[in-house]
């Protein structure tokens, strides 16, 4: 467990390191669908909240299924876990939970407003712009300007690790503001998600100062869950909370 930000808001990425659940989901596995047995599940979770001070707060996770829809979550709302990819609050009695093993783990944080999202941003969330939406509905419910923002990118894979198609990729070139994720060595095509991440951003008015963007590849640092190194395999969790 690392913490990223701690003033105004506490915000940690996790690795795979000390929890509890045996190979292939060794350690700190978060997610309860890929295998993994409940009870290793609910102790990781457990002591990755009480690792980053969390564990009094009520906790939000979606079943994320690679989509655009952000949900609006309080501590007085139920019906949780739903499918969605981006949990956003202004509401400090709660913990927000983006779970990935190669996907983009992306917080958007407004100090101004007091308000926070988290989203699950792998390529098909890049190339429907779930980071666009999730801006747009920031403002739209909290008054947030784009300009207040600070912006955390996680650990993912990355060009140097992340092979597609031709089709795939044909798709993204196809695409003036995606185009620049792809790269070609040896006849073989490859993304480079950040890329567009950024590029967005930047169209959106992000300060460049103010987005900070891990520089690992979970593909390449054994460090990190990663699905296309491993196939059956943990997650990882980004976790964010508003401070009261």
């Given at each position: 467990?690392?913490?990223?930000?701690?003033?105004?808001?506490?915000?940690w990425?996790?690795?795979?390191?000390?929890?509890?659940?045996?190979?292939?989901?060794?350690?700190?596995?978060?997610?309860?669908?890929?295998g993994?047995?409940?009870?290793?599940?609910?102790?990781?979770?457990?002591?990755?909240l009480?690792?980053?001070?969390?564990?009094?707060?009520?906790?939000?996770?979606?079943?994320?299924?690679?989509?655009?829809?952000?949900?609006?979550?309080?501590?007085?709302?139920?019906?949780?876990?739903?499918?969605?990819?981006?949990l956003?609050?202004?509401?400090?009695?709660?913990?927000?939970?983006?779970?990935?093993?190669?996907?983009?783990?992306?917080?958007?944080?407004?100090?101004?407003?007091?308000?926070?999202?988290?989203?699950?941003?792998?390529?098909?969330?890049?190339?429907?712009?779930?980071?666009?939406?999730?801006?747009?509905?920031?403002?739209?419910?909290?008054?947030?300007?784009?300009?207040?923002?600070?912006?955390?990118?996680?650990?993912?894979?990355?060009?140097?690790?992340?092979?597609?198609?031709?089709?795939?990729?044909?798709?993204?070139?196809?695409?003036?503001?995606?185009?620049?994720?792809?790269k070609?060595?040896?006849?073989?095509?490859?993304?480079?998600?950040?890329?567009?991440?950024?590029?967005?951003?930047?169209?959106?008015?992000?300060?460049?100062?103010?987005?900070?963007?891990?520089?690992?590849?979970?593909?390449?640092?054994?460090?990190?869950?990663?699905?296309?190194?491993?196939?059956?395999?943990?997650?990882?969790?980004?976790?964010?909370?508003?401070?009261?």
């Amino acid at each position: 467990m690392r913490q990223i930000w701690k003033e105004g808001v506490n915000l940690w990425m996790s690795d795979r390191s000390l929890g509890v659940s045996p190979p292939p989901y060794e350690s700190l596995n978060i997610a309860f669908h890929v295998g993994d047995k409940e009870e290793n599940v609910k102790r990781n979770l457990a002591l990755a909240l009480q690792g980053a001070g969390m564990e009094k707060k009520r906790l939000f996770y979606l079943q994320q299924v690679h989509g655009t829809k952000i949900w609006e979550v309080d501590s007085s709302i139920s019906g949780f876990p739903k499918e969605g990819d981006g949990l956003m609050t202004n509401d400090p009695n709660v913990v927000l939970l983006c779970m990935v093993a190669d996907c983009n783990p992306i917080a958007l944080y407004d100090p101004k407003t007091r308000a926070l999202a988290l989203l699950h941003a792998g390529r098909a969330g890049v190339y429907k712009k779930i980071l666009t939406q999730a801006i747009h509905q920031m403002k739209n419910r909290y008054g947030s300007e784009a300009l207040d923002l600070r912006v955390y990118v996680g650990p993912s894979i990355r060009g140097c690790c992340y092979e597609v198609g031709e089709s795939i990729a044909r798709e993204f070139e196809g695409d003036s503001s995606l185009s620049m994720a792809v790269k070609r060595r040896e006849e073989r095509f490859y993304l480079h998600l950040i890329a567009p991440l950024l590029e967005e951003l930047k169209v959106l008015g992000v300060s460049e100062e103010r987005i900070l963007v891990d520089e690992h590849c979970s593909a390449c640092d054994e460090r990190f869950f990663s699905y296309r190194r491993e196939g059956i395999t943990g997650r990882m969790g980004l976790f964010g909370s508003l401070e009261a």
